[in-house]
């Protein structure tokens, strides 16, 4: 009898998970839980400036501390050929500052001593001296012509510009607003935004003489490309290097890039051949890791009256820091911002984009994002809103127009996507009638004669998740694929390997479910394991939801390959051919003789004492997945909301989320999943944000200026599904841990825009921040969030 | 266990060191630390307790949070020696050798938790509330947790959770779907 999936902790079983049962118990194993013996510690001295001349770095004074062990400047880094590293986006970025500091949190000296207490003891007594230089801190100002030069350190750049960069049809694009009944236009900022996951970065570098090995246990959602970054940049050889990545305490992109407190720590370990830990607090993490967002919006809507769409023009001016550090597919220089409008039938668009530098932390990381694809959904959706907004049209009815129907698939992106799938006028049917909308006109029309402000607003978008395919998908060069090894024992128990890395997702319950689903071993029967370069197989990582997508592919890959193999060893033992040998789950069994089959784990105890003549014994394999497309979810956020005309606070008074992932693995994990998102996406329109004032200072250095969402603030959820399942992935699974922040900012802003919707206010620039709607409400203008520059006195 | 025991804490040569005891989850514990030491990092680096997890240095994000005397503190603003005679519980006295808490059963049952990282403090909160309100609504839930950040779960199902945990302490049997409770025992 085949076995039942759900009971086993197959597909489609909502397992409770393998994780907890440690981190319930805080036995979780992060990376400032692992001490080793002589462990030295190490902390960071920071640039207060945003933009200015070293003058001189005194460190005799940290060098007096007793128990100080080493101090290390740009200086001595640059005696080494380390006071730069290239960037993941063909840039360079300074580990320690030598000639000037570029923004506020840079890093310009650190001190490796006994304990943290007397590494921060040692910072203090370092003096550093400064001569202030003016800082810049949004993209118009770093492109005015007398703007200062911040990278006066690269040869041939004469200005701030990073990059002009441009996708879509000019031409064709210009025809068809030449034929439009109605343009709409709108101007907005996404702001600035950090990821911060609870835990901050950290790592622990222990490099052995006597082995020459580096062992570097870190904070990194990619091991793999930090073992090849490192090699590159510490020029040891590859092999030498093993990285561990623990326990990761969330991740949401931060976790990607190479950070110099890592290189420094490594260094730190070389030098004084002892392990040397560096565990970043919240305010380092905050003005000086990957940051997301921040670009500025013009974007333009051609229309038919009827409401058809006809093109769509996109600019964006990006603002990228100090160093051009973004963490995304290098072909691409403002992500995958080309993949709006990707859910509507849009014959055609154009989008030119320029990247700048300005006095900020680098970063420009996919902050629980697919590369800019949450930059491109707001911006879509928002637009989408105003230009219904401008033919007069329902905003539901607007979409419905131009949404692609189900048979249209595959369809071509007006940038040129191909996506594959999706029953979009479904998910939006479920959306509309799970808040209310057909009765909500009329009960938005009776509060508002009682003085109440009610809102709806709905955005619904398709995102590409899963780089990507080796054709067009790289960083740096290197493939965006995955690998899976998976070892059978001859108890029929086994072990997975991925090189992918959880850091809350849940893989080491999930893909136990997918091995348990393709070869009918229960789930508990095997364990996941990730993050250890030295065993895990290669792979690029855990962010951009690309995990299930790529690395969730190949663990049902390799299962396939060790079901292939099985299936000979069944045939062995049942003394048939192999073509009688049929498959069902857990066992197989002789074509018309259901009853005389072999289990799995008698195939896998067979592998290791009674295989064919001939057979290479053992049951392990491993597989590289290289995708054929991105997985194409499709979700609809509508908010509905009230907006206190009083003080400019909103609340949300009802939420409802649908999403289309494909075939769910583990339905409670993908909720919590989008739950999680949710919170995000509400978090960046209400009130979380870095800004900067006109010195360059970071407003949002800690957590009580940097606000996130408590249980006190954060909505309730109402989750719908629909399943269409992905047409090239192995078990039909889409990406899903992203698609509520990317989608869901602008169902929370097109609701209070449509609140605010009588006094004829197109833009608040997120966050909605009381005072920004209080405004808008009492002038009638609209609200933008660009920092302010200086103004002489 | 032993009632006392010499706990080891890094010092400085200049600055003179306090002795300190108190109760941590249950069994006397005394060490000779700098009077800036702060609990979180006693509990972490002297006693080994790693379950207790510092996040914002700003009393914000509630990771490190133990319950003192019975009451939620957020041990990374909190010196060491102010627990000198006090009683503290962390993560690692929440359960016995053979069963967890129910907070923590419910944790794990209703998905409450995804990196882990805040989940000690969460727990301990709640803990709190529960011993003075075993039949609390979803907003008091809510309120109680209110400092405590989560960045994964969006806390819909840490309130589940902790409601969870609320009936099964009032001696009922909480509802949980029927799918299979993977992850091997509890």
Redesign the interface.
């Known amino acids: 009898m085949a076995l039942d999936e759900v009971k086993i902790g197959g597909l489609g079983a909502s397992r409770r998970r393998v994780e907890d049962n440690r981190f319930i118990r805080g036995k979780g194993n992060y990376v400032d839980d692992i001490v080793l013996p002589g462990m030295l510690h190490m902390e960071i001295l920071r640039s207060p400036l945003a933009h200015a001349r070293i003058a001189s770095i005194d460190v005799s004074g940290a060098w007096a501390v007793p128990g100080v062990r080493l101090v290390l400047t740009g200086e001595m880094m640059a005696a080494r050929n380390l006071a730069w590293m290239p960037t993941l986006s063909y840039d360079t970025q300074a580990v320690l500052a030598t000639d000037k500091v570029r923004f506020q949190g840079q890093e310009v000296a650190c001190v490796i001593a006994d304990d943290p207490y007397i590494a921060k003891d040692g910072c203090e007594a370092i003096v550093v001296e400064y001569e202030p230089l003016p800082p810049i801190v949004n993209p118009q100002q770093a492109m005015a012509v007398d703007a200062p030069l911040i990278r006066d350190d690269k040869v041939n750049q004469a200005d701030n510009k990073i990059f002009d960069w441009e996708v879509g049809d000019k031409d064709g694009t210009d025809r068809a607003f030449a034929q439009a009944d109605v343009v709409s236009e709108i101007e907005m900022h996404y702001p600035r935004s950090h990821p911060s996951p609870i835990e901050a970065c950290g790592s622990i570098a222990d490099f052995d003489r006597s082995t020459s090995k580096l062992t570097v246990y870190m904070t990194t959602q990619a091991p793999h490309i930090i073992r090849a970054a490192v090699s590159l940049v510490a020029e040891i050889p590859e092999h030498m290097i093993r990285i561990i990545s623990p326990d990761l305490g969330g991740g949401f992109g931060n976790k990607v890039p190479v950070y110099p407190g890592y290189v420094m720590s490594i260094l730190a370990s070389i030098l004084t051949e002892r392990p040397v830990k560096w565990i970043e607090d919240k305010s380092g993490n905050l003005i000086s890791t990957g940051f997301g967002r921040d670009v500025y919006l013009k974007g333009q809507v051609a229309m038919r009256n009827d409401g058809k769409i006809l093109g769509v023009r996109m600019h964006t001016d990006s603002d990228h820091g100090a160093f051009f550090s973004d963490a995304q597919p290098s072909k691409f220089k403002i992500g995958l911002m080309h993949s709006a409008f990707a859910c509507y039938d849009v014959p055609t668009a154009h989008l030119t984009a320029t990247g700048v530098y300005t006095n900020k932390a680098p970063g420009g990381v996919a902050y629980r994002c697919s590369f800019r694809v949450t930059e491109a959904m707001f911006f879509q959706e928002r637009m989408i809103c105003a230009a219904a907004d401008d033919l007069g049209m329902d905003q539901a009815e607007f979409r419905r127009v131009n949404l692609v129907r189900d048979d249209d698939f595959p369809k071509r992106t007006p940038f040129g996507f191909l996506t594959d799938s999706g029953q979009y006028e479904k998910c939006l049917d479920i959306g509309l009638e799970a808040i209310g909308y057909a009765d909500f006109k009329q009960e938005q029309e009776e509060a508002r004669k009682r003085g109440r402000l009610l809102g709806i607003g709905i955005s619904t978008m398709t995102e590409p998740l899963g780089a990507g395919n080796s054709r067009e998908y790289d960083i740096l060069g290197i493939k965006m694929f995955d690998s899976a090894e998976l070892r059978i024992h001859m108890t029929g128990k086994a072990i997975l390997r991925t090189g992918a890395k959880t850091q809350g997702q849940g893989h080491e319950t999930t893909w136990a479910q997918i091995v348990a689903h393709e070869l009918g071993i229960p789930a508990d029967d095997i364990v996941v394991e990730e993050g250890d370069t030295d065993t895990a197989p290669f792979g690029m990582g855990t962010y951009a939801s690309r995990s299930t997508p790529v690395a969730g592919a190949a663990v049902a890959m390799v299962s396939r390959k060790i079901r292939a193999k099985a299936r000979k060893i069944a045939a062995h033992l049942l003394e048939a051919s192999e073509e009688d040998v049929e498959w069902e789950l857990g066992r197989f069994y002789v074509r018309g003789a259901q009853d005389r089959g072999v289990s799995i784990q008698e195939c896998a105890m067979a592998a290791y004492s009674n295989v064919p003549d001939g057979m290479e014994p053992g049951l392990e394999n491993n597989a590289y997945y290289d995708p054929p497309n991105l997985t194409w979810p499709f979700a609809c956020y509508i908010a509905k909301v009230e907006v206190d005309p009083e003080t400019g606070v909103w609340d949300v008074l009802h939420m409802v989320a649908v999403d289309d992932c494909g075939v769910r693995i583990n339905p409670m994990i993908v909720e919590g999943q989008i739950m999680g998102g949710l919170t995000e996406a509400y978090a960046m329109a209400n009130m979380q944000f870095i800004t900067f004032d006109e010195d360059g200072n970071c407003i949002g250095s800690n957590y009580m200026d940097y606000l996130l969402p408590t249980a006190w603030e954060t909505p309730g959820f109402e989750l719908h599904e629909v399943v269409t399942p992905c047409p090239h992935h192995p078990i039909g699974a889409k990406g899903i841990g992203e698609c509520a922040t990317v989608g869901g900012p602008a169902a929370f802003v097109n609701a209070v825009m449509d609140a605010l919707k009588h006094t004829g206010v197109r833009n608040i620039d997120m966050p909605l921040l009381p005072d920004r709607v209080h405004d808008a409400l009492t002038t009638g203008n609209d609200v933008s969030g660009m920092p302010p520059v200086k103004t002489e006195a | 266990m032993t009632l006392f025991e010499e706990v080891p804490v ?1 010092t ?3 600055i003179p060191v306090r002795r300190v005891q108190m109760r941590v989850n249950g069994e006397t514990r005394a060490a000779n630390i ?1 009077p ?2 702060l609990l979180a990092h006693l509990l ?2 002297g006693l ?11 009393t ?2 509630g ?1 490190c949070t133990v319950l003192f005397d019975g009451q939620p503190v957020k041990s990374c603003t909190m010196f060491a020696v102010q627990a000198d005679g006090h009683e503290i519980t ?3 006295g ?2 016995t050798a053979s069963e ?1 808490h129910p907070i ?1 059963e419910g ?3 209703e ?1 409450g ?8 403090g969460m ?1 301990l909160s709640a803990k709190a509330l529960l011993e003075e309100n075993p039949n609390p609504t979803e907003d008091e ?3 109680a ?15 589940k959770a902790v409601l969870w945990a609320a009936e099964k302490m009032r001696g009922y049997t909480p509802a949980s ?1 029927d ?8």
């Open positions: 890094t400085t040569r200049e700098e800036r030491l972490r680096n080994q307790l790693t379950g207790t997890h510092t996040g914002c240095d700003t914000n994000c990771a962390t993560v690692e929440l359960a967890l923590q944790f794990k049952d998905h938790l995804q990196c882990g990282f805040c989940t000690p727990m839930v809510r309120w947790l209110s400092g405590n950040l989560c960045r994964c779960t969006g806390y819909q199902n840490i309130v779907d799918a299979a409770d993977g992850g091997g025992e509890a």
